[in-house]
Nanobody, 124 residues
């Protein structure tokens, strides 16, 4: 089991950038798959991006391609989501997730460990 705590959300304007953080604690997460999901009101939880902690290989959902980056700092036990050129449709609660298997990576049901989320609101 790992514990995940997100931070960095807030209210920004369209076109701004924002960096979300997910601090990880617990045992054995060095071989985990880590991911970001988001959920807007009335919508299903959507895959944003994932990476493998041990070698930082990244995967992106369609909404994140070309605008978002995912990376981690092993010394700080923290994963980041850097979001550029934000749009109002990026408004959602962003969740950090982790799992040792996570197959398929893009499905929220593949993850057994979740943070509480951080709100991102993009105004037009």
């Amino acid at each position: 089991q790992v514990q995940l705590v997100e931070s960095g959300g807030g209210l920004v304007q369209a076109g701004d950038s924002l960096k979300l953080s997910c601090t990880v604690s617990g045992r054995g997460f060095s071989r985990y798959i880590m991911a970001w999901f988001r959920q807007a009101p009335g919508k299903e939880r959507e895959f944003v991006a994932a990476l493998t902690w041990i070698d930082s290989i990244a995967y992106f959902g369609d909404s994140a391609k070309d605008r978002f980056a995912i990376f981690r700092d092993t010394a700080a036990n923290t994963m980041y989501l850097l979001m550029d050129s934000l749009k109002p449709e990026d408004t959602a609660v962003y969740y950090c997730a982790a799992d040792p298997v996570a197959v398929p990576r893009s499905q929220y049901g593949s993850y057994n460990n979740w943070g509480r989320g951080t709100q991102v609101t993009v105004s037009s």
